[in-house]
């Protein structure tokens, strides 16, 4: 029975998954870990949207209908914002905002980021581990046909219409894993990979040096969810820019074939049955099951398949 397992993840796609795994095991066996290639300052506070998707889907506050930001929250200082003429076009609701204040003070006031994280779960009520992939600053940065930018530039402003030549992660080649995830890197059992964008939520955690060989190194199953289903991403471009970046048509093979070396086992969806052989053929085990994950069951369903495939549940 596995004893640790060691979670990567991104933004919604992630955070869902997690959700369901932190259903089935208690806080001690996960340790989650999330990318921060997308963080960015905005109006001098610090923003972190995938650790906050991840954060606020496990506190049960989350906007279901975005999967980011706060269930309900209001714009009145966005709303003052730009009759001020401030920039608003990343949209941050009041509540949401609270989060971005306290983080920031906290950082301005010496704590590492894992530090900030712990302490926003603990008021948030989430008593898993969700740590940041490094403490240090990674930047994803875009370069399109439409110039180089940030991610969220890239993301939001642009709504990802530009077309990628090439993704840089400014940062990563001097930063160090997070505490939390040299610690699990360590000790963990098994490796899942949950079914975020593999290019953009994915590859940052894998740039951070020597993490790559860590992670394909821990023993036992190395289990990644595909996020593409039927050649299609669930949400945001997973697929465009997949097409963009390896020149092939979008789908569960290409994610397998990104993954190479790091994990033992994909998980597809069963729109996919017809692709399992040539995602066998790359030297995967595949299981074939329901990916999407619209309601709580279905989350703790994939989760249970994971766990199961870890070989930490009967
Ligand atoms: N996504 C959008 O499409 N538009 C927004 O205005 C926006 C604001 C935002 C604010 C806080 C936050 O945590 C996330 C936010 N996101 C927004 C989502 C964010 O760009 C993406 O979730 C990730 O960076 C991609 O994983």
Same mark, same amino acid.
């Given at each position: 029975m596995s004893t640790h397992l060691l979670v990567l993840a991104g933004g919604v796609g992630g955070a869902k998954l997690a959700l369901g795994l932190t259903r089935l095991f208690p806080p001690p066996v996960l340790t989650i870990v999330v990318n921060t290639g997308d963080d960015e300052v905005f109006h001098g506070l610090y923003v972190c949207p995938d650790l906050d998707t991840v954060m606020y889907t496990l506190a049960g506050v989350v906007n279901e209908e975005t999967g980011w930001g706060v269930h309900g929250d209001t714009w009145r200082v966005m709303e003052a914002l730009d009759r001020l003429g401030g920039e608003t076009w990343f949209r941050l609701g009041d509540r949401d905002l609270a989060t971005h204040l306290r983080r920031t003070e906290l950082l301005h006031a010496g704590l590492t980021l894992t530090e900030a994280t712990r302490y926003l779960c603990e008021r948030f009520g989430v008593r898993h581990t969700v740590? =940041?992939?490094?403490?240090? =600053?990674?930047?994803?940065?875009?370069?399109?046909?439409?110039?180089?930018?940030?991610?969220?530039?890239?993301?939001? $402003?642009?709504?990802?219409?530009?077309?990628?030549? $090439?993704?840089?992660? !400014?940062?990563? !080649?001097?930063?160090?894993?997070?505490?939390?995830?040299?610690?699990?890197?360590?000790?963990?059992?098994?490796?899942?990979?949950?079914?975020?964008?593999?290019?953009?939520?994915?590859? =940052?955690?894998?740039?951070?040096?020597?993490?790559?060989? $860590?992670?394909?190194?821990?023993?036992?199953? $190395?289990?990644?969810?595909?996020?593409?289903?039927?050649?299609?991403?669930?949400?945001? =471009?997973?697929?465009?820019?997949?097409? !963009?970046?390896?020149? !092939?048509?979008?789908?569960?093979?290409?994610?397998?074939?990104?993954?190479?070396?790091?994990?033992?086992?994909?998980?597809?969806?069963?729109?996919?049955e017809e692709r399992r052989a040539a995602v066998e053929a790359l030297g995967y085990r595949v299981t074939v099951a329901q990916t999407l994950m619209t309601s709580e069951e279905d989350k703790v369903a994939l989760a249970r398949l994971v766990g199961r495939l870890c070989g930490a549940l009967p």
């Open positions: 740590v =940041p992939m490094s403490d240090d =600053p990674v930047r994803t940065v875009v370069e399109t046909d439409m110039g180089t930018m940030s991610f969220q530039e890239y993301f939001v $402003r642009h709504r990802y219409v530009p077309r990628v030549q $090439r993704l840089r992660f !400014e940062g990563a !080649e001097k930063a160090q894993p997070s505490p939390a995830f040299i610690d699990a890197l360590a000790q963990a059992d098994a490796l899942i990979v949950c079914p975020s964008n593999p290019l953009l939520s994915i590859t =940052p955690i894998l740039a951070i040096p020597g993490v790559r060989a $860590r992670l394909a190194a821990v023993p036992g199953v $190395r289990v990644a969810v595909s996020p593409i289903i039927g050649g299609q991403a669930v949400k945001g =471009p997973a697929a465009k820019l997949l097409e !963009e970046v390896t020149g !092939e048509p979008a789908s569960c093979v290409g994610v397998a074939r990104l993954y190479g070396d790091l994990c033992t086992h994909v998980v597809i969806d069963q729109q996919d």
